[in-house]
């Protein structure tokens, strides 16, 4: 099997490409960056603008893991139509070359499609982004849907939950285990801007997933999947608990200007019983790696 990776250099399609090495899958990337490795081949373009090298570069492969994307949701208020050329525009090239290639595609979607609120989100649940990043991933979802009915391209969409882990950078406003992880490890005080739950997801869960999908031997047409652990954890509750694992003397601070209840937690039950994806990595164990990873890559 042969699978080509868009946005292979990003915090998911690192550990996408350890996981599905590991499992003997031929690996081919496509992004704007160098190779991540010699041992990965590798196509230099841009999903926006090279749509002909995109799809050259699915050649041969049996699926399309797409990862390219942006994921700031302030950026995105400044900046929707690059949002839309690249999270929108690109996924339809991304589908354009899995159709050429007869490859099915896995598509990287977003809890941002659904909005805040205190019950677990679902799959089937009405979706209303409050973001231009949020319209975008939508977008691109009605895009794999319509290319899955009109020509027959298997496309399964992993909507992921506040991914962290090793390789992750600050991005913007997004990624409050990064930016509380810097903060604490810098003796800074660890702003807490929200009352609500989030679902925080090790990304070696998240490509766990994708090799699921990926190894399916008769994907569905079309399939919607919530990626997650299925359990909320506050953001003043990660706060404290990346001040315990770091040792730092940083106090956690809150300037909560929003209702409770504004959470983003998902309901995992359809990848339980469809994928058997099961959350491996709990959050203690999870963040204590990334703080390592932190000090180490500091060094």
């Known amino acids: 099997m042969r699978v080509l990776i868009t946005g292979a250099s990003g915090l998911i399609g690192r550990h996408a490409i350890a996981a599905l090495g590991e499992r003997g899958v ?24 090279d749509r002909a090298k995109l799809c ?3 050649r041969g492969c049996d699926v399309i893991v797409h990862l390219a994307g942006r994921g700031d949701v302030a950026e995105s208020r400044r900046d929707p139509v690059g949002y839309g050329e690249l999270n929108a525009s690109g996924t339809l090239h991304a589908l354009e070359a899995a159709r050429h290639a007869g490859a ?5 979607g ?25 319209y975008a991933k939508w977008v691109a979802e009605l895009w794999c849907r319509m290319v899955s009915e009109h020509f027959g391209v298997a496309t399964t969409i992993l909507r992921f939950f506040s991914v962290y882990g090793p390789g992750q950078q600050p991005n913007g406003g997004s990624g409050v285990v990064t930016i509380f992880s810097r903060a604490a490890l810098a003796n800074q ?17 998240v490509a766990r997933a994708i090799c699921r999908v990926v190894e399916r031997p008769n994907e569905p047409r079309h399939r919607v999947y919530n990626i997650a652990t299925g359990h909320g954890t506050t953001f003043r509750e990660l706060a404290e608990l990346v001040v315990l694992i770091t040792g730092a ?17 998902a309901d995992i039950s359809r990848a ?16 204590e790696r990334y703080v390592e990873w932190l000090r180490q890559s500091s060094v």
């Not at 099915?104 to 990287?108: G, Y």
């Not at 702003?191 to 609500?196: L, M, T």
């Not at 940083?250 to 959470?263: M, N």
């Open 26 to 49: 031929a690996i081919r990337t496509f992004q704007r960056s160098a190779p991540l490795s010699a041992d990965v081949e590798h196509v230099n373009g841009d999903v926006r603008t």
């Open 56 to 58: 050259r570069a699915a």
């Open 104 to 108: 099915a595609l896995v598509f990287a």
């Open 110 to 134: 977003t809890q941002r499609v659904y909005p805040p609120r205190p019950e677990p989100c679902r799959e089937d649940d009405v979706l209303q982004p409050d973001s231009p990043y949020g």
């Open 189 to 205: 005080p660890l702003v807490v801007q929200s009352a609500g739950k989030r679902d925080f997801t090790d990304a070696r869960d």
């Open 249 to 265: 003397p940083s106090a956690v601070e809150e300037h909560i200007d929003e209702p409770p209840g504004q959470d983003l937690v």
């Open 272 to 287: 339980r019983s469809e994928l058997g994806y099961e959350p491996c990595v709990p959050l203690r164990e999870g963040l």
